[in-house]
């Protein structure tokens, strides 16, 4: 049902059963929040987003109120703007001074509100927040000073990501997010998506850097620095430099890790190739001994890190293949070391990812190779744009290069894993492969390229009718894994992302963006996929290659690469 309501004393056309935010949103209005995200129930928590009516005595907050045709709005009256620089004031009050050393300065949402509110004056001076850094964590750093409890980390650790972390602790003017009883992030059941950070709307919640760890190996005479780079990376690094929302600026990324002093500069779209080969050759000897059960994929630290905290009955039906991150980084100290000479202690691996669950993954026991890390440091998207602009590097005034042999070849596929459905899709199309002995006739499935957080799709391979599902979002792996337990036996593979979207937006990535530049990168992504020539891994010339060298090796009884690992139970502490 729609009608007009007048606002700022023009009308506007409103729909029943929406709210006032949303009304006036969807006509070009904006009214600032805090506590409101998209997609969530509305809390009126923060009261920023508060508008005056005729008629009612108190200021209404937009975000929850539902609108109703006899109103009458002022969004922006004396009375509602000094409402909003009185909150704005007392965030302010007991707010750390520290915006020239915060992570978030320059992208702080209280700090552009204060801005945007004209607020240039100290009228209430608080008792500052004195609580200590959680750095407890491999991945996320939390400074609760910094919080101002508007309880969006809360919503998207429940009702998204469906750990539960983090909450609201204590009482009145003591209240604080945290965990159990207030411990460190590690002891929780936190699987460091970094979904946290990317939705807090200050500097209370950021990635632990290893910039400073990657500066000191690059300024080591003894090490040889090499690094790999994501491909969720290069289609989100462009809104960091001026370029338009998912431009794929690897060739000008490459330039740019040369020119800081890396080495040797690889795509870990390579590992990825041989991820989906080693997934569809496990899936293959599965489907064809008969075995039914359904198997999940193996690529996500957050999901592989939730399955042993929640659900470690499962693990046995999640592939052992590692990621494309823990497999490039082994190539790096195995393969590319026996081949260069240079014992893997000399070499230092820096991987470049838009997750800091990979901070995480890199420092598992399972990633080592005689007391060796496969990947040394990892920097999320983020860290990388800070290290460019801490090197001087004009982005727009560079010429493209490419990367470095051997692992310079990648499939089109491999690229695909940056958005969700994109690991199902290449391994359908290995997997096609591999049991018919033919290429599909059309690799692009359109079923598993929708932004819904759960799709399925089913195609019939020679003999076998085989499906195939995807899930974004862990509160969505819940309701799978369910149906899984209680006997769904239809489905052969599982993709699970713990990041709605999959890496392009993954807890690494640039903060702030609007859901149309999400919707750039996998455009981005899936038009390099129709234009490329190599469009499925297992025609990757270069994983052809080092696969036939494994297959030497393994012949000769000299030592083989193991691109699979185990996973077991993860007690929850607290």
């Known amino acids: 049902m729609l009608f007009n309501i007048e606002v700022n004393n023009k009308q506007i056309i409103a729909k029943k059963g929406e709210t006032v935010l949303e009304c006036l949103n969807r006509n070009g209005l904006n009214v600032p929040t805090l506590c409101h995200m998209n997609g969530f129930s509305p809390t009126g928590a923060c009261r920023i987003c508060v508008v005056e009516v005729d008629g009612k005595n108190n200021l209404i907050p937009s975000c929850s109120h539902p609108v109703e045709e006899w109103m009458k709005i002022k969004t922006h009256s004396p009375r509602v703007i000094k409402a909003r620089q009185q909150i704005v004031e007392l965030l302010l009050s007991n707010h750390p001074d520290e915006c ?64 539960s972390a983090i909450d609201f602790i204590r009482r009145g003017n003591r209240m604080v997010i945290g965990t159990a009883y207030n411990k460190g992030l590690n002891l929780s059941t936190c699987v460091d998506c970094g979904q946290c950070i990317m939705v807090c709307p200050t500097g209370a919640l950021y990635e632990k850097t290893h910039i400073k760890k990657v500066m000191d190996a690059l300024h080591q005479p003894s090490l040889q620095v090499n690094v790999h780079f994501s491909p969720s990376v290069s289609v989100s690094l462009a809104e960091e430099f001026g370029f338009r929302s998912g431009k794929d600026i690897s060739g000008l990324l490459i330039a740019a890790l040369r020119k800081i002093g890396f080495a040797k500069v690889f795509e870990t779209a390579f590992a990825a ?42 693990l046995a039906h999640i592939s052992t293949v590692k990621s494309p991150q823990q497999i490039m980084g082994q190539i790096i100290k195995e393969s590319y070391a026996r081949q260069q000479k240079i014992h893997p202690e000399n070499l230092f691996t820096v991987s470049i990812m838009p997750c800091t669950a990979k901070k995480f993954e890199a420092q598992r026991e399972e990633m080592t190779l005689r007391g060796i890390t496969h990947n040394d440091a990892v920097l999320t998207t983020r860290e990388l744009a800070s290290l460019i602009k801490l090197y001087g590097i004009d982005m727009q005034n560079i010429e493209p290069e490419q990367t470095d042999a051997p692992y310079n070849l990648r499939s089109s596929a491999a690229r695909l894993y940056a958005v969700s459905g994109g690991v199902a899709e290449a391994v359908i199309r290995t997997l096609n492969f591999m049991i018919t002995g033919n290429e599909m006739d059309n690799l692009k499935i359109n079923e598993l390229r929708s932004s819904a957080s759960r799709r399925e799709y089913f195609i019939k391979m020679g003999r076998y009718q085989l499906g195939f599902a995807v899930v974004s979002g862990l509160a969505e792996a819940r309701k799978m894994i369910n ?45 390099m996929d129709d234009k490329e020539t190599i469009r499925v891994s297992h025609k990757n010339p270069g994983l052809t290659e080092l696969m036939n060298k494994l297959k030497k090796q393994e012949v000769d009884g000299s030592p083989v690469m193991n691109f699979r690992t185990s996973y077991s139970k993860r007690n929850i502490l607290l």
């Open 483 to 527: 149906e899984i337990r209680n006997g769904r036996s239809d489905l052969q593979f599982i993709e699970v992302m713990a990041c709605e979207g999959g890496c392009i937006y993954g807890g690494g990535q640039p903060i702030g963006l609007s859901e149309k530049d999400i919707k750039a990168r996998a455009k981005a992504i899936y038009e």
């Open 100 to 163: 020239l050393y915060c992570e978030r300065n320059g992208n702080c949402e209280l700090q552009d509100l204060a801005i945007d509110l004209n607020v240039r004056e100290k009228r209430f001076s608080g008792k500052k927040n004195m609580h200590k850094k959680d750095h407890a964590s491999p991945s996320i750093l939390r400074d609760p000073a910094k919080c101002i409890l508007c309880g969006r980390c809360v919503r998207v650790c429940d009702e998204t990501v469906s750990v």
């Open 273 to 314: 190739d041989a991820a989906i080969y080693e997934t569809a050759s496990q899936l293959s000897d599965s489907i064809k001994s008969g075995n039914k059960s359904t198997m999940f994929s193996s690529c996500c630290p957050g999901w592989i890190k939730f399955a042993e905290e929640f659900y470690p009955d499962m």
